[in-house]
């Protein structure tokens, strides 16, 4: 089992919908969790941080269930310039390693 | 303007042919890492250095070599580069104790 999980997509939806995207980890001692936006083969990018209690940051909202072992990216009101690859990222305890998932795609469509 | 940069961005060589590809960061950030990324794998952390003198292993280190004698220079070295290693670099930088990394332009590689 890899130890960051992402369903790769891709996710199509049109301008102005709701999309959510969820990212699965295997090591229940991870401590930090994050998203990056990559733009075709560009560099990624830190999206935001993701904290037990959620975090918002203007249309983007994350969340963090350590129960389940999973992140969520929820993306309102999508617009054409969010197509991109979401980044799933987590840091194992104890490490200054980052293990990042390979990606979920996001097509916003006209 | 606050930048990682490599050098060069793409690349061609044979295998066999040491190669090195350059990193530099001009925000004074302590911790520098390498990544590779290849289709349906993701980035995957090749090493990663704490500060001068200081680096360790991450997820696939063989085959490459880094050294870290500066604080703003970070090279990855190949010393006998093969096809497996054809792929897309990217090094990145963050200042100790926060968690954002910056990311280099990328790198990309072809070994044949």
């Known amino acids: 089992r890899k130890e960051v999980e992402q369903d790769p997509g891709p996710f199509n939806v049109p301008e102005g919908a709701t999309v959510a995207f969820n990212c699965t980890y295997s090591?229940?001692?991870?401590?930090?969790f994050f998203w990056y936006r990559q733009d075709c083969r560009k560099e990624p990018k830190l999206l935001m941080s993701v904290y037990s209690s959620g975090n918002e940051d203007g249309r983007f909202t994350a969340q963090l269930n350590r129960a389940s072992q999973y992140i969520s990216l929820l993306i309102r009101d999508s617009k054409l310039s969010d197509s991109a690859t979401y980044l799933c990222?987590?840091?194992?305890?104890?490490?200054?390693?980052?293990?990042f998932g390979t990606g979920t795609r996001l097509k916003v469509l006209a | 303007e606050a930048q990682v940069t490599q050098n060069p961005r793409y690349l061609i060589t044979v295998t066999g042919k040491k190669l090195t590809v350059t990193c530099s960061q001009n925000?004074?950030?302590?911790?520098m890492s390498w990544y590779r990324q290849d289709p349906g794998l993701g980035l995957r952390q090749i090493y990663y250095?704490?500060?001068?003198?200081?680096?360790d292993k991450g997820d696939v280190p063989e085959g490459y070599k880094v050294s870290r004698k500066e604080k703003r220079n970070f090279p990855l070295i190949l010393e006998s580069p093969s096809p497996n290693q054809t792929s897309l670099y990217f090094c990145?930088?963050?200042?100790?104790?926060?968690?954002?990394?910056?990311f280099g332009p990328g790198t990309r590689l072809t070994v044949t």
């Open positions: 990222v987590v840091t194992p305890a104890g490490t200054y390693k980052y293990i």
């Open positions: 990145a930088s963050r200042r100790s104790g926060e968690y954002e990394q910056y």
């Open positions: 090591n229940s001692a991870s401590q930090s």
């Open positions: 250095s704490m500060n001068v003198e200081v680096t």
């Open positions: 925000m004074n950030h302590e911790y």
